[in-house]
């Protein structure tokens, strides 16, 4: 099977679209998140999506299957919370290694028997390291602003947990995403290099940013630049945007990537604003429309979807990519 390094350079890889608008679909009970395993669990555990990979596997396996029916090479795991940080709001910080090993396994099964059907079409598997729902830069008290909920070694540890049975359960690729304070995603990276120097591996990274707000900053302050100047020094696959904003709003902060990083880009933005009930309106064919300029722009290498996103936005995607190269990348590290 050719590399993700060699695919990157031949076509525009396509992403999955999202999980949590998917897992929404199958409206599961509090009794359906426990399964068997949880049934007699202390605390509600309803909306910890993420152990669903363990108590309904049959579940995240079809809504991976269909993302691969609509297009995509590459899959996300069902893992964006399962460090202990963000998994002590559900008292599970105990089962992080299992969920991320279980969803690696299951994500990575489904790919290989895609990979299998279509040798020409290599299917890989990102293991998602999400932000955790703590920030390294800022304090969560207006009163105290020296305060920090979380240190860089306390983040360090707990994403390096998470990446050790991401690996273990055989993804193809890192992606550390939706990044809001890059003290968080530095600590992401730097135990992931601790983890290639221990093991001796090499694994390709894709790092995302999230822009908040119409002030084109991530939530710690950055510009588009300074969060790229911030994280090239690792060596990536590629860099992106991702989440918080549509497509079209998403614009103007990939093209400053395209043209001051040599690394391939990647973008997958929501499905437009959310409305007023915190849903998204915009149709496969609306966003796909206003993707088109980044391909006509060249400023892409990677796409997909985030919050709002189905099966039918990404096959949108992929069936218009296919009328375009990828933006010329220099390197893939």
């Known amino acids: 099977m ?18 949590g608008t998917m897992i929404q679909q199958y409206h599961f009970t509090e009794e359906d ?60 910080e105990d089962y992080v290694y299992e969920i991320n090993f279980q969803s690696a396994k299951i994500a990575k099964e489904v790919a290989d028997e895609f990979t299998a059907k279509n040798p020409n079409k290599p ?15 800022m304090s969560p008290n207006v009163n105290d602003p020296g305060f920090r ?20 359960g055989g993804v193809d690729l890192l992606l550390v995403e939706t990044i809001f304070d890059t003290l968080n995603a530095k600590a992401a990276l730097f135990a992931i290099e601790e983890v290639k120097t221990e093991r ?25 630049e300074a969060f790229l100047i911030s994280v090239e020094h690792i060596p990536l696959l590629s860099i992106g945007f991702n989440c918080a904003l549509g497509a ?21 933005p929501n499905a437009g604003l959310p409305n007023h ?26 796409i997909g979807g985030c919050c709002g996103t189905t099966p039918a936005h990404i096959k949108a995607i992929a069936d218009l990519v296919k009328e375009y ?9």
Do not use: C, W
């Open 248 to 268: 079209k709003q998403l614009t103007p902060h990939l093209e400053v990537l395209a043209y001051k990083s040599d690394l391939p880009i990647s973008a997958h």
């Open 33 to 92: 998140y426990r399964g068997e395993q949880f049934k007699d669990f202390p605390i509600s555990v309803k909306g910890n999506n993420d152990m669903l990979s363990i108590t309904q596997p049959k579940a995240i396996k079809e809504i991976h299957r269909k993302y691969l029916e609509a297009g995509a090479d590459i899959i996300e795991t069902n893992t964006f919370s399962s460090t202990t940080i963000a998994m002590a709001d559900y008292e599970m």
């Open 200 to 224: 001796k591996i090499d694994v390709p990274i894709m790092v995302s940013g999230t822009i908040t707000d119409a002030s084109g900053r991530t939530l710690s302050g950055q510009t588009a």
């Open 149 to 168: 909920a979380v240190t860089f070694d306390i983040l360090r540890k707990a994403y390096k947990q998470q990446v050790e049975a991401l690996l273990d």
């Open 325 to 333: 190269k990828p933006r010329n990348i220099i390197s893939t590290n």
């Open 277 to 302: 009930f915190g849903e998204y309106d915009e149709t496969p064919e609306q966003m796909a429309s206003q993707i088109k300029t980044y391909l006509d722009k060249n400023i892409i290498n990677i």
């Open 123 to 137: 299917r890989f598997v990102a293991g998602s390291i999400g932000p955790t729902n703590k920030t390294a830069s």
């Open 2 to 19: 050719n590399t993700i390094q060699e695919e990157i350079k031949k076509r525009i890889l396509v992403l999955d679209g999202a999980m």
